[in-house]
């Protein structure tokens, strides 16, 4: 019912759709476009989990689930309905993020929603359970790409061997990006922006077609997220916005709550918060920027990855071998898988004194209160359902800002407590 809805609203409107999907980087390519997108025209994108077989229609008519009660979904129809009858603002760009959980996912979306842009982030094994390996992962995902018409734009990464291969069977145009020289969309001489001796952003150059501008991104701190940005820029010029209009955009790119936004701590501490979600791909990531930013000390907080089927041990020992290159000092581990990671640090030097387990992130972050010192530097990451935002929960600096600074802060997810998964 929910995508006959949708279709009968993007018939009538019309709008331009650029649809984003990949194994990590989706919501930050997304947020990205959309500061991009905004500066010139009226745009709408998914929001929260908005990125399945439900929440990308209700997207498109413009209203938020009904959940259980009967009278939110007839005011669901009703709104549907007035979109469908009356002379409505439309947005002139939807941006849809599109996740991928199981195989069938990107087929199904891609079977009414057709995309004028498409962009792939990423191919890694996030969510690898429900795929047979990394090949059928590239595989749906590819999909949104080999829908594309011609006149259409793909932009891909080039920096991911399984994406770039999608240029291959497309039948659109493309534009690629990354940080290697191959790259139409590049980014180089990418340094920390610091105030005060704390880090407050990122600058890099943006380089396209013999034209090389300057960038700052005054909220992001995490050099993948450059990625973001180099995306979004190609966007734009398949949009037809001036690559200068797209730099000065993206000084106003944000991420929403739990992805590596920079919180302050207690104790004149600084907290990377990214509770979101987790994968390894991800976590390495983050365990980078962890290492390149100044700090006293660094202290790395991981929640279990989920849904890592038979790759789940040997992808929490690779985080232990990859906490040791980072140089990083203090190891908190929370949940059962993560043990993997914690036994490997102890068997390959790292002091006992520096590694601890934990059952729940609550009782992390209160042996994290106790042994936080001033000019620390803490990551805090994990899979949705190790709910790792209340372990930053006992170490922000302004706990009455909780609910505006951190992720799952709604009444739906405060009244479900903790459960080992």
């Known amino acids: 019912m929910l995508k006959i809805m949708a279709v009968l609203v993007l018939k009538k409107y019309n709008p331009k759709i650029i649809s984003v999907t990949g194994s990590v980087g989706k919501t930050s390519t997304k947020e990205a476009i959309f500061a991009v997108v905004a500066s010139r025209f009226r745009v709408r994108r998914n929001e929260k989990n908005y990125n399945n077989e439900i929440g990308i229609p209700l997207t498109i008519i413009g209203v938020y689930s009904g959940q259980n009660s009967v009278c939110r979904w007839c005011w669901v ?10 002379p409505t603002e439309y947005p002139e760009v939807l941006i849809l993020e599109m996740g991928a959980d199981r195989p069938g996912d990107i087929k199904y979306l891609t079977g009414f929603i057709n995309s004028n842009i498409g962009v792939i982030t990423d191919v890694s094994p996030s969510h690898i359970e429900f795929f047979k390996n990394i090949e059928a992962i590239a595989a749906e995902k590819g999909i949104l790409i080999q829908k594309l018409e011609e006149g259409n734009l793909a932009v891909l990464c080039s920096d991911n061997p399984s994406v770039i291969k999608m ?10 990006y990354g940080f290697s ?4 969309m590049r980014a ?3 340094s920390f922006i610091y105030d005060g001796g704390q880090v407050r952003g990122l600058s890099f150059k943006l380089n396209y077609n013999g034209t090389s501008l300057p960038v700052r991104l005054g909220n992001i701190i ?15 010029i398949g949009l037809k916005i001036n690559l200068v209009d797209a730099a000065a955009a993206l000084e106003n790119f944000t991420l929403p709550q739990g992805r590596m936004n920079l919180l302050e701590g207690i104790k004149n501490s600084m907290v990377i918060d990214d509770t979101y979600n987790s994968s390894p791909k991800a976590t390495a990531f983050a365990l980078e920027t962890l290492k390149e930013i100044e700090a006293v000390r660094k202290i790395a907080v991981l929640g279990d990855m989920l849904e890592l089927g038979e790759e789940t041990e040997k992808d929490h020992e690779e985080l232990g071998r990859e906490f040791l290159e980072n140089k990083i000092d203090i190891f908190l581990a929370v949940g059962r898988r993560m043990k993997s990671a914690a036994d490997y640090l102890e068997k390959h030097g790292l002091s006992g004194e520096n590694i601890f ?11 994290l209160a106790e042994i936080l010192k001033e000019g620390d530097l803490i990551l805090v990451k ?6 790792m935002e209340k372990t930053v929960e006992e170490i922000i600096a302004e706990p009455q800002k909780i609910s505006e600074l951190l992720c799952r802060q709604n009444k739906e997810w405060k009244a479900i407590p903790f459960k080992e998964v």
């Open 382 to 387: 994990g899979s949705q359902g190790m709910r």
């Open 167 to 176: 240029q291959e069977s497309a039948k659109a145009g493309v534009i690629t």
């Open 77 to 86: 129809f009703l709104k549907w309905l007035a979109v469908i009858i009356f």
């Open 188 to 190: 180089t001489d990418i």
């Open 222 to 236: 995490a050099k993948h997220h450059i990625y973001a940005a180099l995306a979004a820029a190609a966007v734009g």
């Open 181 to 184: 020289e191959k790259a139409q």
């Open 357 to 367: 387990s934990f059952d729940n992130p609550t009782e992390a972050g209160k042996k």
